[in-house]
C-alpha cells in the first residue's frame, strides 16, 4: 500500500499544554505534508459506571473543533484535519496512521484521557505503529535547542531505515547528524582482566573504526550532510540518553526490530528504556517500512 503523505498526531485534552501538536505541526511545515490530528475515545471509558456518555462525546466534539481551528489558523495552506474516534487509543492510532508518514504522540499528560499520552500507552503505540512514531516530552519547543539529530546504532546488519529518518530530519532543519554507538562489557567478564587483556580497548577502536566507515558510506550518499560519530563505552540506555542531553539533541532516533508478530507487541529493553527517560523528542523507526 502507497504511503499517503499526511503526518498523524494524538491529541487529548492536554493538547496545548504538550509539545506534541506544536513539534508535529514543525514537521509538517518542513515537510509541506497534511497534518491529521487524532482524538480518541477510549471505549472501555463509555462502559464505566457513573460516566456520562453525551457528555464525554459532547466534551470529546468540542475538543476536536478547538484543534481543528487551532490547525487552521496555523497555516492557509496545508490542509490540515482533525478527526474524533472510538476504540482503544494505541492502537486506533496505530491503525489511523498505518498508512503516513509517522505518529506523533506525547509522552505525558494532565486530564481525563491521560492514559493516551503516558507511560505504558506510548509504548503501546510504538509497538503496535507500522510507521516511524515520535515521542515528545511534555512542554518541549524546538526553539529552545539548537543540537543535531542524534541517532542512536546497535550492531545490526542493516541500519537503513533508522539512518535515512534521521538524514531526512536533519536534512529538513540543516542540521548536522550524529552517530552515536554504545557498547559495554558483557556481564561475564570480569572489567579489570579485560583491560588486562587489553581487549576493551581493542573493542572500543573496532567499534570506532566500524562506525566511522559507516559514517563514509552514508557521506558519501549524502555529500552535503555534516555526518558525526560518537562511541562510547557505557550502559546502554543512560549513554543514549546521556549522550542526547549533552549534544542538546532536537532529536533521538532508534530503530526497533518486529522480527514476528509477538515480538511487534514488545519493545526491547533499550528502546523502551530511552522512551521513558529520554528528555528530547524520541523517533522509533522499524527496520523495515
Known amino acids: 500500500m502507497p504511503v499517503k503523505p499526511v503526518i498523524h498526531v494524538g491529541v487529548d485534552n492536554s493538547w496545548r499544554d504538550t509539545g506534541a501538536l506544536e513539534w508535529a505541526l514543525q514537521e509538517s511545515l518542513l515537510r509541506q505534508e ?3 490530528a487524532v ?18 462525546d459532547d466534551a470529546a466534539m468540542e475538543l476536536v473543533n478547538e484543534v481543528q481551528k487551532h490547525l487552521d ?13 472510538v476504540g482503544p487509543p494505541a492502537r486506533t492510532l496505530a491503525e489511523a496512521a498505518a498508512d503516513s508518514e509517522m505518529l506523533v504522540v ?14 505504558s500507552t506510548s509504548e503501546a503505540v510504538t ?29 545490526a546488519d542493516d541500519q537503513t531505515a533508522v539512518m535515512e529518518f534521521a538524514i531526512a530530519a536533519a536534512t529538513e532543519r540543516r542540521l548536522p547528524v550524529r552517530m552515536l554507538h554504545v557498547w559495554d562489557i558483557p556481564a561475564v567478564f570480569s572489567w579489570d582482566a579485560m583491560n588486562t587483556a587489553g581487549v576493551s580497548s ?14 563514509v558510506d552514508w557521506h558519501r550518499k549524502h555529500p552535503e550532510l555534516t555526518i558525526q560519530v560518537d562511541v562510547r563505552r557505557g550502559h546502554v540506555v543512560d549513554g543514549v540518553v546521556t549522550a542526547a542531553e549533552q ?19 514488545l519493545l ?7 522512551l521513558h527517560h529520554a528528555t528530547c523528542p524520541l523517533a522509533v523507526v522499524p527496520a523495515q517500512l
Not at 482524538?39 to 464525554?56: A, K, M, S, T
Not at 494532565?110 to 492514559?115: A, I, L, N, P
Not at 526491547?268 to 530511552?274: D, E, L
Open 73 to 85: 489558523e496555523s497555516s492557509s495552506i496545508l490542509d490540515h484535519g482533525a478527526d474524533l474516534m
Open 34 to 36: 497534511p497534518l491529521q
Open 39 to 56: 482524538h480518541v475515545i477510549d471505549e472501555q471509558l463509555q462502559r464505566v459506571p457513573g460516566w456520562e456518555p453525551d457528555i464525554v
Open 202 to 215: 581493542e573493542w572500543a577502536e573496532n567499534a570506532k573504526r566500524h562506525f566511522d566507515n559507516v559514517a
Open 247 to 265: 549534544s542538546d539533541a532536537q532529536l533521538l532516533v532508534v530503530g526497533t526490530h518486529h522480527h514476528t508478530r509477538l515480538a511487534s507487541f
Open 127 to 155: 509497538t503496535h505503529a507500522t510507521v516511524p512514531v515520535v515521542i515528545v516530552p511534555e512542554h518541549w519547543k524546538p526553539s529552545d535547542h539548537a543540537g543535531p539529530v542524534l541517532v542512536a546504532l546497535d550492531d
Open 268 to 274: 526491547g529493553s533499550v528502546t523502551r528504556g530511552v
Open 106 to 119: 506525547g509522552r505525558r499528560g494532565m486530564g481525563v484521557f491521560k492514559r493516551l499520552l503516558i507511560g
